[in-house]
């Protein structure tokens, strides 16, 4: 789980309000085409769609985080020890397979390394999975949220 004291708890806050700022920056000024996206959110009611929302939120973000921040940047600490080299080695991968993710292209890439790089920091801070998972989480919400605006 990791520590979640004072320092912690403000660079989970600060890293969900960086990347939410982001994340809304870019649909408002980018103008995406999510259609692909939007044909994939569920026609049901306000409260399923909420509960989809935050299912989809939560396994997404367990699953990437354990992969990138789990077993990745664990393997280089072990091999290269902790610090910079794991976070970098971590978030490159990590924002190259959201190449066709959201944002996408090259810019979706360049801002989920910029993603990657906080969380790394969170999950190196906290020496846990709790604090970047729960980060991850709210960030997932917001994109999610934002399909959801575009549908209704």
Same mark, same amino acid.
Request: hydrophobic residues 60%.
């Given at each position: 789980m990791g520590v979640l004291d004072r320092p912690v708890l403000w660079l989970v806050g600060l890293t969900v309000v960086v990347s939410s700022a982001a994340l809304v920056l870019w649909f408002l000024f980018a103008k995406p085409d999510v259609s692909q996206w939007v044909a994939a959110v569920p026609k049901v009611s306000m409260t399923a769609l909420v509960a989809v929302g935050f299912g989809f939120a939560v396994l997404n973000a367990i699953v990437e985080e354990s992969i990138y921040r789990g077993i990745v940047m664990h393997a280089v600490e072990r091999s290269l020890g902790p610090g910079l080299r794991s976070i970098i080695l971590q978030m +490159?991968?990590? @924002? %190259?397979?959201?190449?066709? /993710?959201?944002?996408? &292209? =090259? +810019?979706?890439? @360049? %801002?989920?390394?910029?993603? /990657?790089?906080?969380? &790394? =920091? +969170?999950?190196?801070?906290?020496?846990?999975?709790?604090?970047?998972?729960?980060?991850?989480?709210?960030?997932?919400?917001?994109?999610?949220?934002?399909?959801?605006?575009?549908?209704?």
């Open positions: +490159v991968p990590f @924002g %190259l397979i959201h190449l066709d /993710g959201i944002p996408s &292209g =090259w +810019v979706g890439v @360049g %801002l989920a390394m910029i993603y /990657g790089l906080m969380l &790394g =920091w +969170v999950r190196l801070r906290s020496r846990g999975m709790l604090a970047p998972i729960v980060a991850h989480i709210f960030t997932d919400i917001v994109i999610f949220s934002m399909l959801v605006l575009v549908v209704r």
